[in-house]
């Protein structure tokens, strides 16, 4: 006959007894600290002045000037290229949003190629965003070297 080990024994009583200890234990830190404040967002550079007085080109040319856009309507500025895979991989979130929200806010995705590339880009994924051309560096608080970029801005 075998007999079960002792020390497997003291082992399974300490760990019955220790695990809800601890996962109390860390519950109630976590919710304490939640309840004194010490969880809260990051602060976001809302107050940031930004200017818009940039003129980019829609896709058959036409100079557009940001400044000239609706200013009751929210502004998502997007920047983007063709090659980057990970903007390709946020198009259709970008397709979606715009087909949802297209009304309420006004849309721009900005890329520094070709308008030829980017009309094909569009036609070949069947895309009908807003997309425009920049043939100038955006504005001094726009300028991000990292793409995709996106910018809400509330005129």
Do not use: H
């Amino acid at each position: 006959m075998k007999f079960i080990n002792t020390s497997s024994v003291l082992g399974f009583i300490v760990g019955f007894i220790a695990f809800p200890l601890l996962l109390w234990g860390g519950a109630y830190a976590y919710f304490k600290r939640a309840s004194d404040g010490g969880l809260r967002p990051p602060e976001l550079p809302a107050e940031t002045a930004v200017s818009l007085d940039w003129s980019v080109k829609n896709l058959d040319g036409v100079d557009v000037n940001l400044a000239e856009l609706p200013r009751d309507k929210t502004l998502f500025l997007d920047f983007r290229v063709t090659w980057c895979g990970p903007c390709v991989a946020g198009m259709p979130s970008i397709a979606k949003l715009y087909s949802e929200f297209g009304g309420e806010m006004a849309l721009v995705c900005v890329s520094n190629e070709q308008a030829a590339t980017l009309k094909k880009f569009m036609d070949d994924r069947k895309f009908s965003l807003p997309v425009f051309v920049a043939d100038a560096d955006p504005p001094r608080e726009l300028n991000e070297s990292a793409i995709p970029a996106t910018f809400i801005i509330f005129t």
